[in-house]
Each structure stands twice: as structure tokens, then as C-alpha cells.
């Protein structure tokens, strides 16, 4: 985990959470599931955790959806937020694991360890965190919502293992080659 917090961080997090605002009403609608969908927006708090870790991961998280939903549906849903910023302080705590700013995320281990915490963060989000508070906030039935979580991470884990790493791994070996320029003499 980076201990150092700056300007570039601060950045990260305003760009990060407007793209992530952005993207909020291109989704894919997983028809049989109501409320649920395919976002390509979580694909950008990958990105944005994975290379700038868990603080911005977790405010990306957290106010590009509370924002999303304030300014496109009227309203917040909170127990979709709060699980949307775990998933991205989960994957910004390993993000000095994936190496994505020295152009190291390119190899099959790390990509493969940067989807096995995905998965897991989306796990804990979206299986457990979102329809538990479901439940106590809005007192919405627990079948509804375990079927509505299951396929809310079945789609997060689809469109990070592959938008995300994708970015990922572009952004990656550009930053890999930046860094390895020299001044001429």
C-alpha cells in the first residue's frame, strides 16, 4: 500500500469519480434480475484502486455511485454505495502488489492475483454487505436481494476480469516504457 497521499492522489480521486458518474447509465440490463446490470463503469474504479489504492479506490467507490444515482435516478440507494467502496478499498490495498505503475501488470501471476482479489472483494460486497443492508435499511425481502447480489458480482466479476484488466495491463506496459526513458545527452 502507498503510505504517501498527494495531489496526484487527490486528482485521481475527482477524475476517477466523474468518469465513474459518467458511465453510471451505460450498463447492460440483466433482464431476468430486476435493478441489476452489466457497468462498465467498474471497470474504472479497478483502475483507479489498482493503481492508486485503497483511499481513492474507496472514494471513487463511494461518491461516483452516491453520485450516480443522486443525478440520473434521484435518489441514493446507500446499500449499493458503502459495498461499492469496499470493493474498492479492498483492491487498492494490494495495489503496490500489482506493480500496474512500473509496468509489472503485465505477467499472468499478477493479473491472475489482481482478479482473485476482485472476486473476492466483489464477493464480500455484493453477496454479503449489499443485501445485508438491504435488508436492515430497506427492509426489502432477503430473497430478493441474495439473487439480486449474486448476479450484481457475477457481472462486476465479468467486467473487471476483463475491462479492467485490460486497462490495466494498457496502462501498465505504457507507464512500463515511459518510465524507461532516458535524457540524451
Known amino acids: 500500500m502507498k503510505k504517501k497521499f498527494g495531489v496526484k492522489e487527490v486528482v485521481a480521486m475527482g477524475i476517477g469519480t466523474a468518469l465513474f458518474v459518467v458511465l453510471t447509465n451505460v450498463q447492460i440490463p440483466l433482464v431476468f434480475v430486476p435493478n441489476t446490470a452489466l457497468q462498465p463503469r467498474m471497470a474504472v474504479l479497478a483502475f483507479f484502486s489498482a493503481i492508486f489504492g485503497p483511499i481513492v479506490g474507496g472514494v471513487v467507490g463511494f461518491l461516483g455511485h452516491a453520485l450516480g444515482d443522486a443525478l440520473f435516478y434521484g435518489s441514493v440507494w446507500w446499500s449499493w454505495v458503502f459495498p461499492e467502496a469496499v ?14 505503475q512500473e509496468g509489472k501488470f503485465t505477467s499472468t501471476k499478477t493479473i491472475t492475483f489482481f482478479n482473485v482479489v476482485q472476486v473476492i472483494s ?29 448476479f450484481a458480482f457475477l457481472g462486476n466479476i465479468i467486467i473487471m476480469g476483463i475491462l479492467g484488466s485490460l486497462l490495466l495491463v494498457a496502462y501498465s506496459e505504457i507507464t512500463g516504457k515511459s518510465s524507461n526513458l532516458k535524457a540524451e545527452e
Open 87 to 100: 470493493v474498492g478499498v479492498v483492491i487498492g490495498l494490494f495495489a503496490s502488489k500489482y506493480g500496474v
Open 122 to 150: 466483489n464477493a464480500v460486497a455484493w453477496i454479503v454487505v449489499a443485501p445485508v443492508l438491504d435488508i436492515i435499511v430497506y427492509k426489502e425481502p432477503s430473497n430478493k436481494v441474495f439473487v439480486q447480489g449474486a
